[in-house]
């Protein structure tokens, strides 16, 4: 029989969120644990450009003392945003004049800074959660896929939008929310691509009707990130056969026909399969009761429609938590109840706001409730 690991605070995932916490652990001189399924740093992609805000990203980076090494990551010129009509008529060009609030960088060398800043053995991989229980007086047992456990007296679940530590406190489920993106890359896109590189410009863009979309990111070396938008239910994409890459690229490219050349390429010109993300969140103002010794963060607390915020969120509540349990040295409970007394209001807001902007993107009034909030008019 397997002798539980005992790990004071134990941090499920080493996302954004869960590393942030632990870096602001360590700044107050208080060891944690994080326990992740992948096998190691290298062991998927992690995704593309993050805008870190100056009202909850770029706190959190200084709450974990990273914020001089952050600047030192990010892509300049990146904020530049455009959107564009379906003819690649160009409705608004705004180029990143270096006077942004929100800097860019991409989500892995975030992630890779964050590792590096913790002790060597902070973050265990290849340890996937199979079941959590309470054992009583607020501490928690966590098994793992390959039969070890942890017991710890503080248990925090940074495991994203179908986390294995959520059920201790909700029975509330993600829910599709009707629309998915579908995800490609163009790589050296200036010499391979160039219509598509001009289209997309120095930053971000959009191209938007209602219920249907084309996003793109310059990220670095001429990548371009692609996320394809379509407001289709569920059994529209199990249709699509996504293992053969050319056939599912080429359906989806179908759903904008008659679009300019130079976008529906950033559909059919990818350079990688296209992987469908479908959509989904948690209710509008998900909250739990007080359960002794556990509490969530990120996408595990909040799970809301993309606009930019959910990566900031994370790691804003990781700061504050961080912040909170530092304050309550001797007194846990006290920490986690003032933590979350600030995280419901603030992620309810969150969510709203979440809502509406995805309706301005995708709804009926697109591209011009893009282009309205953008302009900051929305």
Do not use: C
């Not at 959660?129 to 501490?139: I, K, S």
């Not at 998900?286 to 969530?296: F, M, N, Q, Y």
């Not at 979440?354 to 995708?362: Q, W, Y």
Request: charged fraction near 20%.
């Amino acid at each position: 029989m397997n002798t539980p690991i005992r790990t004071p605070v134990t941090i499920i995932g080493a996302g954004l969120g869960g590393l942030t916490l632990a870096r602001v652990l360590h700044v107050h001189g208080i060891p944690s644990t994080v326990y992740e399924a992948e096998a190691s740093p290298s062991a998927r992609t992690q995704g593309g450009m993050l805008d870190i805000h100056d009202y909850n990203g770029q706190p959190a980076l200084r709450a974990a003392d990273l914020l001089e090494e952050f600047r030192g990551i990010v892509l300049e010129g990146r904020e530049a945003t455009r959107a564009l009509a379906t003819d690649g008529t160009v409705l608004l060009d705004e180029p990143d004049d270096g006077t942004g609030t929100r800097p860019e960088a991409l989500r892995g060398e975030l992630r890779r800074m964050l590792l590096d800043s913790l002790p060597a053995g902070t973050v265990r991989w290849g340890h996937k959660v199979a079941g959590v229980r309470a054992l009583g007086e607020g501490r928690h047992e966590v098994t793992f896929a390959d039969g070890t456990t942890a017991v710890t007296d503080l248990l925090v679940g940074a495991d994203g939008a179908w986390s294995r530590v959520r059920p201790l406190l909700s029975d509330a489920t993600p829910e599709y929310v009707g629309t998915s993106f579908v995800e490609t890359y163009l790589l050296d896109s200036d010499n391979r691509h160039p219509a598509a590189a001009k289209a997309v410009g120095d930053g971000a863009m959009f191209a938007l009707t209602p219920g249907r979309g084309i996003q793109a990111h310059r990220e670095t070396e001429g990548t371009l990130h692609t996320y394809v938008a379509l407001s289709r239910p569920q059994e529209f994409f199990a249709a699509i056969d996504f293992t053969d890459p050319a056939t599912a690229a080429a359906r989806i490219a179908e759903e904008f026909d008659g679009w300019a050349p130079e976008l529906t390429a950033l559909i059919t010109d990818g350079d990688t399969a296209p992987v469908l993300r479908p959509i989904n969140a948690l209710p509008t103002g998900h909250r739990w009761d007080r359960v002794p010794g556990v509490t969530l963060l990120g996408d595990a607390a909040h799970l809301s429609r993309p606009n930019g915020e959910g990566a900031n969120l994370a790691m804003y509540d990781a700061a504050e938590l961080g912040e909170a349990l530092a304050a309550h040295p001797d007194d846990v409970e006290a920490a986690l109840t003032a933590y979350e007394r600030a995280l419901f209001p603030r992620s309810a807001e969150a969510a709203t706001e979440a809502t509406r902007d995805f309706e301005l993107i995708f709804g009926d009034t697109a591209p011009h409730g893009l282009v309205g909030l953008l302009s900051g008019q929305g």
